[in-house]
């Protein structure tokens, strides 16, 4: 070989971008060792883009940090009906994600409920059942119906459902990924009530030229420019015909709050949570694939080759992201929890989820994954609900454990130990999750 093999470690393509200073982020909040009450003197302040297993104590936020949380910190969400505990990732526009720790529930209440926004919070209606949608586009007759004309002519539907924002996880890519810097808390699994969305496009009378869907909301922009969406993104007919896809107006038995789009929004399960539209008034149904906000670019797509971490996109070469990767959380014990001396068996409980596919087991080690405990996973109670898991660990004396969690999905993947497939908007990281504990 004459060809001199050049070495691209080192180069930057990423001009394109916010940051890709490691160094900038924050992996520690003191809060987040409180449980733990050590290591400040030993936390790193900078790290390297290969240091990619860092101790999960250090790591990780629960209780109290967002990871690489940005400007804002760990800040404790002070929002009416929320629990302080979700953790603010952005305040214009407001998110906010819930610790995993706090998915302990069998079903998300709405007070732990995550928050994800990209424009301005839109008042409350006055008269939920005066609230309108309009479905046009490629459809034989335009409907528009009352939010109590879809209650009196549908028949309802309740599943149990994870909603899980596209970028959740994204704050284990390194270097950093473009966006809010989740966890693995940018997800819950509520119960929704609502009409089939097919039911409704049947209606409606699709035409053969129906391909999309395309979603407005009553959101303003984040400007205030009333000509921008703050979001509308769409789906192939096939996705919006699946008998889960629905249109909703109650969570966990309630009116669905504003917070999280009421009267009426889609619940999209499986796919990123950008597509269960908020406040949602218009469905156009389109004959090619939709271009709305959250579309293009980079956004909620991934490449088609791997990147190389930090490098620059091709956008050419992007496709939209689909079904969510599998993903299984340690709910109890929380990251920094403190054991009594002499415990040698911690019981642990967890969620795992895994898109449009199911779970088919989930493992847990306290040795960095040279030895799997299987755990045994609770029924699911409909499609795309999760997995409830338990398990129980041994431990051999006294001192500092980490636990992993990773799961499997239908299709034999399981969860990696790093984050990998590295893209500009921090797109399907779903790296093991792990908790630290300290016994005595
Ligand atoms: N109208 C509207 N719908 C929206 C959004 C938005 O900004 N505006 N955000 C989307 C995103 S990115 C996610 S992850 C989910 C979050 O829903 P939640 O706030 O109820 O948790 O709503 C989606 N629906
Ligand atoms: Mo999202």
């Known amino acids: 070989m004459t060809q001199e093999n050049k070495s691209f470690i080192g180069e930057s393509g990423a001009d394109d971008w916010e940051s890709t200073d490691v160094s900038r982020r924050t992996f520690l909040s003191t809060a987040s060792l409180v449980g733990i009450g050590a290591a400040a003197a030993t936390v790193p302040t900078s790290l390297s883009v290969s240091g990619a297993l860092i101790p ?20 404790p969400l002070d929002y009416p009906g929320k629990e302080k505990g979700l953790v603010v990732l952005g305040e214009r526009p407001l998110v906010a994600e819930t610790p995993e720790h706090l998915l302990d529930d069998e079903t998300t209440p709405i007070s732990k409920f995550f928050i994800r926004n990209n424009g301005q919070i839109p008042e409350a209606a006055a008269d939920p059942d005066a609230w309108k949608l309009t479905v046009d586009g490629e459809v034989n007759n335009r409907l528009e119906l009352t939010l109590a004309e879809l209650k009196s002519r549908f028949q309802p539907r309740t599943y149990r459902m994870v ?57 303003p922009h984040l400007s205030g420019d009333t000509t ?17 896809s629905l249109i909703v107006y109650a ?7 504003n917070i999280h789009g009421g009267p009426l929004r889609l619940v999209i399960p499986g796919w990123p949570g950008s597509l269960s539209h908020k ?86 080690s306290t040795d960095a994954g040279q030895t799997w405990t299987q755990a045994t996973l609770a029924p699911t109670r409909n499609r795309y609900d999760w997995n409830r898991w338990t398990a129980t660990v041994g431990l051999q004396s006294d001192g500092y454990y980490e636990i992993w969690t990773r799961a499997t999905d239908s299709n034999g993947r399981m969860q990696p130990p ?23």
């Open 163 to 219: 909603l899980e924002c596209g970028g959740n996880g994204r704050s284990f890519f390194q270097p950093q990924a473009r966006g809010n810097q989740w966890t693995n808390g940018g997800a819950g699994c509520a119960e929704w009530t609502g009409i089939p969305l097919a039911e409704v496009l049947q209606a409606a009378g699709l035409k053969d030229t129906a391909k999309y869907t395309a979603h407005y909301g009553a959101d």
């Open 56 to 75: 999960s104590a250090l790591a990780q936020g629960a209780p109290a940090s967002g990871g690489a949380a940005q400007s804002s910190g760990s800040q």
């Open 279 to 364: 406040w949602l008034t218009r469905i156009t149904i389109r004959d090619r694939e939709h271009d709305g906000q959250g579309m293009t670019g980079t956004s909620y797509r991934v490449p088609n080759k791997p990147m190389v971490p930090g490098g620059k996109a091709d956008e050419k070469d992007f496709r939209i992201l689909e079904s969510m990767p599998v993903r299984s959380i340690i709910t109890a014990p929380a990251n920094g929890t403190k054991l009594p001396a002499g415990t040698r068996e911690v019981a642990l409980r967890g969620a795992a989820w895994a898109g449009d596919l199911t779970v088919s087991r989930v493992d847990v």
């Open 418 to 440: 790093v984050t990998h497939d590295w893209n500009p908007q921090g797109y399907g990281g779903n790296a093991m999750h792990r908790v630290a504990v300290l016994v005595g």
């Open 228 to 244: 921008k969406e703050a979001l509308s993104r769409g789906m192939p007919i096939a996705k919006a015909m699946e008998p889960h």
């Open 251 to 257: 969570m966990n038995g309630e009116p669905l709050p």
